[in-house]
């Protein structure tokens, strides 16, 4: 019987390894977003693109082009990735300014407005044909 109990034991499978630890954000900025649409919709981006409100995009004055950020309302914790193909905003206290899509699954869009937090991950970021790591500003 005890020889039994051995052979069972040595039989289980080992348990799984730990799961590894969550990724760090490599940038992170908190601020006030706002949101661009229908005006702007077929007209050229300024990474060269056409404007769709329909895609999550997003306008930033220093990122990188093709950066993906996810960006978090501070108000009601929803969290969307966006791909920055632009430039903006233009109105003074304001740190991006996202497409109608990306404002909506945020739950901002009716105010217009909203404190967020960007952020950067490596594992979200294009690779680059020259360097293995994504930019981050300075």
Not at 32 to 37: K, P, Q, T, V
Not at 42 to 57: I, K, M, P, S, Y
Request: glycine share 8%; hydrophobic share 40%; charged share 20%.
């Amino acid at each position: 019987m005890l020889l039994l109990a051995l052979l069972a034991a040595c039989a289980a499978p080992p348990p799984p390894p730990p799961a590894p630890p969550p990724e760090r954000a490599t940038f992170s900025e908190t601020g006030i977003a706002s949101w661009y649409g229908p005006h702007h919709q077929g007209r050229l981006t300024a990474n060269g693109e056409r404007f769709d409100q329909r895609d999550f995009t997003a306008a930033n004055r220093n990122l990188p082009f093709d950066t993906v950020l996810r960006v978090t309302n501070l108000d009601n914790g929803r969290s969307v990735k966006v791909r920055v193909n632009d430039r903006g905003p233009y109105v003074k206290g304001r740190i991006l300014d996202l497409s109608a899509a990306a404002a909506t699954a945020l739950g901002m869009r009716k105010d217009g407005i909203a404190h967020v937090r960007l952020e950067i991950f490596a594992s979200d970021q294009p690779r680059s044909r020259t360097a293995g790591a994504p930019a981050v500003p300075r």
